[in-house]
């Protein structure tokens, strides 16, 4: 992008919460760095459009899914599982943007790379029930999570089941599931419309980062 520092490192500062293992950063990138990254997003899904994935039972999700990285997950009649390719056009997935690689070696310093890279497109009225992250090979691994366009109300509780928390990501924070919050349900409750101007036409994306193989 002209007149962006994309070199800008993302701004680290912790923001402590009550969740053992969840661990937050606000505002990690600043708005030039959150355009940066939106625009390598589109340009991925220029390669792999985003496409409505059904649960194994049929159920289409309210949220458009597509990946970036060696794999992908997915979800059909099949099952949850990671797979090399877009099930649509049959293509691998684009590379994961270098800037995400960054953050996922500053933010949770895990040696290996992330190969997977989820992108999830909330439009008006998408939501997320809560679920864990657990078709991973190696659940020691984080899961770091960046957000971008509307805020949304995230909700996250014990892995066993309990009360859960709420709370509002915004565009630009980073979240990461990590030790004993690695297997915490959680989920989108809603997404309030309205809330930033990143988005041309508004709606949120959200992108996760998770080793899918040992
Ligand atoms: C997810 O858990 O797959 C998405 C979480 C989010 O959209 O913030
Ligand atoms: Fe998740």
Redesign the pocket.
């Known amino acids: 992008m002209p007149g962006v520092d994309v070199s800008e490192r993302p701004c680290l500062r912790e923001t402590p919460t009550a969740i053992d293992g969840f661990r937050l950063w606000k505002s990690a990138l600043s708005p030039d760095q959150q355009r940066a990254l939106l625009a390598e997003v589109e340009a991925g899904i220029a390669a792999a459009p985003f496409y409505r994935p059904t649960t194994p039972g049929g159920r289409p999700f309210s949220v458009r899914m597509t990946n970036f990285g060696p794999l992908g997950w997915v979800s059909d009649r099949a099952g949850y599982r990671y797979q090399p390719h877009h099930p649509g056009t049959g293509e691998p997935w684009p590379a994961i943007p270098p800037v995400l690689l960054q953050l996922w070696d500053a933010a949770t310093g895990w040696l290996e790379p992330p190969d997977a890279c989820?992108v999830?497109l909330y439009e008006a009225g998408a939501r997320?029930g809560l679920?864990q992250?657990r078709d991973e090979a190696d659940l020691r691994a984080p899961a770091l999570?960046v957000?971008l366009g509307d805020a949304?109300v995230?909700r996250i509780g014990p892995a066993e089941g309990g009360r859960t928390t709420s709370l509002r990501?915004e565009s630009g924070d980073v979240c990461a599931l990590t030790s004993a919050a690695r297997l915490a349900r959680?989920?989108?409750d809603r997404v309030l419309a309205g809330s930033s101007s990143l988005m041309a036409g508004g709606g949120r994306l959200?992108l996760?980062l998770r080793r899918a193989r040992c």
């Open positions: 989820l999830n997320m679920h992250d999570s957000s949304a995230f990501l959680h989920g989108i959200n996760t």
